[in-house]
Structure formats: structure tokens, C-alpha cells
């Protein structure tokens, strides 16, 4: 969050790597819309975005999840309440969904659509996946660090799991287009939905999102509605979350400065097409402690371009290539 919020790479803001919170020396999005009339208001649905981390800095309102998460209908309700009066000037809206993630507990009419009740009840004979489903976070402790086992029943029920806490989100995304529709906010808006990792899932043996810097963790979802935009299309060019502070910037006319990033958007095509790689990193700090039997070193930095991805670390790396032969 800290680095879509200031469109600079981890190393280069600091927060999670050296500071325990985003430094105030560092403008963000919000303070520089705020100097151009922008009223922000920000929704917070998991502790790791909360206020004291320093990402709420130029927010006019900004509301911390009560305690360690807040869910989704809760977030989008407190939304609505602030929209039901007119903000003052242009709006930036910055909302943050936490539910997809472990213990994965999902309102039962989602947990349906998966068949999650009859997997859950095929766990019977396994004591720590039985715990887990049970909504035990010290079993899910267990479980990323190694203790557990996991067969094709057990990877079942969890993927299902997922998927309904997924779904319930998408709801909830759902629910907020239909608000800012229902105000005629959504056609002249930029929208950005963004996902901050992946989860694992079984892959490798491991589980949860930390550690690693995996295709199934980085490779995440981003969509961009326009203003006034009526037709979808996908691009092929490298893009990464660091883009998104100067397309926000870009979208509103407002100049960027020099940041790691660049703009989305038809004006910078050119420059997308030149761009050769993005950047990825994963970082231990006292916030942000990394699994023993998951981490490969304290410190990962990666490289993706679109055929090769390189992770290296202190004492260590590893590549993966794409190859593909065309013949005429």
C-alpha cells in the first residue's frame, strides 16, 4: 500500500524494510491531491493498512478496521454513510478489502456456492485440518509453519474456502460500484481494483502469503476503468502496482513527480512497450516476521520481464524462462 501510494519500490520508501511505517517525509497520492482540491477518504479493512503505518498521510478521513479486520459489508456501509453526504471538491476514495484471508470463513450463501459444508465435513479424521476449518488461527499457525500434512481432501476444502471468501469480496466490490453508480459518480471515474499478493495455496507444500516472491503471490489481479470508458480491453505490457500513483496523477491532470513508476493510460503506450522488466521484493522486518521452513533469505529481490523471472537473495537465486518457437 505504502508503494502504491507513493510510486516507489519498497527500498526506495522504506516502509517494511527499514521503517516500521511509511516516513512522513514521503509525499503520498492523497497529500498531492490535496493540494489540488481533492477531498480523500480512505477505508481501511485490515491492520496492516491502518493509520499509525503512516499510509494515511493527506487523507481528510480515514477509518482504521475495528481491530484486526473489518469485513467487507462493513467497510462498503461505511462508505455509503460518508457518501450520503456531498464531499467537498473532487473525491479520491481509497478502499481496502481485507477478506480473503486465512482463517477463511465466508457467510454461508458464499461457502454454498463451493460446496465448502460437505468438504469441511470430509475433515473429520484430521485433528489440525479439522481445527482449521473450526476457525482456529493457532492451527492455521501450525499449518504455514510445517506442522501439517495436506492431502487432495484437505487442499479441496481450503481452495473452496478461498474461493467463497473471494466471492463474498467480489459482492462487496459489487455493492460499491452499484453505490457510485447510483450517485453518478462511477462513469466519470478512474477505477482501479488491485490486488496487494496472491495466496498459496498448496503450491510447493506452502501456504499463506509471505516469503517468497512465487508467481502464484505477485502475479495479481489489475483492472483500470477510464472515465466515460464503454469498452474493455487487455494490453500485453509489463504493469505493476508502482504504476499507480502517476496514472492517478495522470487521470486527474495532475503532474507526477519523478517516481519508479509510470502512467497507464493510451498517452505512455509507447513507453510501456519499452519497458524490458518490473521490480519485486519481499522483506522480514519486526511487523512483518517471515516463516522459518518458507523463507529462502531476509531479503528477496526479483526481476520479472515478460519471458524470464529472476529471484535473488543472499546466497542464492533462481530463474525461469519462456520459450516459444513459432514456425511458418
Known amino acids: 500500500?505504502?508503494?502504491?501510494?507513493?510510486?516507489?519500490?519498497?527500498?526506495?520508501?522504506?516502509?517494511?524494510?527499514?521503517?516500521?511505517?511509511?516516513?512522513?517525509?514521503?509525499?503520498?497520492?492523497?497529500?498531492?491531491?490535496?493540494?489540488?482540491?481533492?477531498?480523500?477518504?480512505?477505508?481501511?479493512?485490515g491492520a496492516l493498512s491502518a493509520a499509525h503505518f503512516g499510509v494515511a498521510q493527506g487523507f481528510d478521513l480515514y477509518l482504521d478496521p475495528d481491530g484486526f479486520e473489518s469485513k467487507g459489508d462493513v467497510v462498503i456501509d461505511a462508505v455509503e454513510t460518508m457518501l450520503e453526504e456531498e464531499p467537498p471538491g473532487p473525491l479520491f476514495l481509497f478502499v481496502n478489502l481485507f477478506d480473503p484471508h486465512a482463517v477463511y470463513e465466508a457467510p454461508g450463501e458464499y461457502e454454498s456456492l463451493f460446496n465448502v459444508g460437505d468438504l469441511r465435513n470430509d475433515l473429520v479424521g484430521d485433528p489440525l485440518w479439522r481445527e482449521l476449518?473450526?476457525?482456529?488461527?493457532?492451527?492455521?499457525?501450525?499449518?504455514?509453519?510445517?506442522?501439517?500434512?495436506?492431502?487432495?481432501?484437505?487442499?479441496?476444502?481450503?481452495?473452496?474456502?478461498?474461493?467463497?471468501?473471494?466471492?463474498?469480496?467480489?459482492?462487496?466490490?459489487?455493492?460499491?460500484?452499484?453505490?457510485?453508480?447510483?450517485?453518478?459518480?462511477?462513469?466519470?471515474?478512474?477505477?482501479?481494483?488491485?490486488?496487494d499478493h496472491g495466496e498459496l495455496l498448496g503450491e510447493g507444500g506452502f501456504f499463506s502469503h509471505c516469503c517468497r516472491l512465487d508467481p502464484e503471490l505477485v502475479d495479481v489481479p489489475l483492472l483500470v476503468k477510464w472515465p466515460h470508458q464503454t469498452e474493455a480491453s487487455r494490453i500485453s505490457e509489463l504493469v505493476s502496482q508502482v504504476d499507480l500513483y502517476a496514472t492517478v496523477l495522470g487521470a486527474a491532470g495532475i503532474p507526477s513527480p519523478p517516481r519508479d513508476g509510470l502512467p497507464l493510460g493510451e498517452g505512455s503506450a509507447a513507453a510501456l512497450e519499452l519497458r524490458r522488466e518490473v521490480f519485486m521484493e519481499e522483506h522480514e522486518s519486526r511487523i512483518h516476521p517471515l516463516f522459518a521452513n518458507m523463507m529462502l533469505a531476509r531479503h528477496m529481490y526479483g526481476i520479472q520481464e515478460l519471458d524470464r523471472r529472476e529471484v535473488v537473495w543472499d546466497g542464492g537465486s533462481e530463474c525461469e524462462f519462456w520459450i516459444c518457437l513459432l514456425y511458418t
Do not use: K, N
Not at 517494511?16 to 481501511?44: K, M, N, Q, W
Open 1 to 45: 500500500h505504502a508503494t502504491i501510494f507513493t510510486g516507489l519500490y519498497p527500498y526506495r520508501h522504506g516502509a517494511g524494510v527499514s521503517e516500521d511505517h511509511l516516513p512522513g517525509s514521503i509525499e503520498t497520492l492523497a497529500e498531492r491531491l490535496a493540494r489540488h482540491g481533492y477531498f480523500s477518504a480512505g477505508y481501511a479493512g
Open 133 to 195: 476449518s473450526d476457525g482456529s488461527i493457532d492451527a492455521w499457525g501450525r499449518l504455514i509453519t510445517g506442522e501439517g500434512t495436506a492431502s487432495p481432501a484437505t487442499l479441496d476444502y481450503l481452495r473452496a474456502a478461498y474461493l467463497a471468501e473471494v466471492a463474498c469480496m467480489d459482492a462487496q466490490i459489487g455493492r460499491l460500484v452499484a453505490i457510485l453508480e447510483s450517485r453518478g459518480l462511477f462513469v466519470p471515474a478512474l477505477g482501479i481494483l488491485v490486488s
